[in-house]
């Protein structure tokens, strides 16, 4: 399982706990919050796979090639 799937199941869980209160805009806020948690974690996930890219780049820079001897 993925994580867009376990998010789905949880959506659903929570969307299961809420409908008997039987209040539309809280389930619509609730929704609201699921979809904007998704987004942001979305982002999240993008920016540190970025970052990571990046300090690879920057580290294959700076690394002596094999064999080379390094200076102190």
Not at 44 to 50: D, K, Q, S, T, Y
Request: aromatic share 0%; proline share 4%.
């Amino acid at each position: 399982m993925d994580v867009a799937e376990l998010e789905a199941i949880n959506q659903r869980l929570h969307d299961l706990l809420a409908q008997p209160c039987g209040m539309p805009r809280l389930l619509a806020t609730l929704g609201d919050l699921h979809k904007a948690c998704s987004l942001l974690a979305g982002h999240i996930m993008a920016a540190g796979e970025a970052l990571a890219e990046a300090l690879r780049g920057t580290q294959k820079e700076k690394a002596p090639a094999r064999g080379a001897q390094v200076q102190a």
